[in-house]
């Protein structure tokens, strides 16, 4: 069992995201449904993170970073001993050269 830390542009991320999606349509109950769903995502990494493969943006990175897809989006994360490190959430759609 790995411990699963969000780390702080990810919580942003997290955050910028719901805003965004519940800005677009407030009266949706998708925004909610989606951050209910990636969150469950992000806990699922507890276990064997590493069957999630190699990310496109990894190649941006000093550190090996894989990816957890989640409907259109990304959990960008690294595994540093027994703890997955949650880097990045963003939709496939946006641009990875802007992890540089």
């Known amino acids: 069992m790995f411990r699963v830390r969000i780390e702080q542009e990810a919580r942003e991320n997290l955050r910028t995201h719901f ?29 064997a993170p590493e069957r999630f493969g190699t990310a ?10 894989r990816h957890r897809l989640y409907d259109s989006w990304k959990v960008l994360f690294t ?9 990045h959430i963003r939709h496939q759609a946006q641009d990875p050269t802007g992890l540089e």
């Open 19 to 47: 805003l965004d999606l519940r800005e677009r349509d407030p009266d949706s109950t998708y925004p909610l449904e989606w951050y209910l769903g990636i969150r469950a995502a992000i806990r699922d990494l507890e276990e």
């Open 56 to 65: 496109y943006e990894d190649r941006f990175f000093q550190e090996h970073i």
């Open 79 to 87: 595994i540093r001993g027994d703890t997955v490190h949650v880097l």
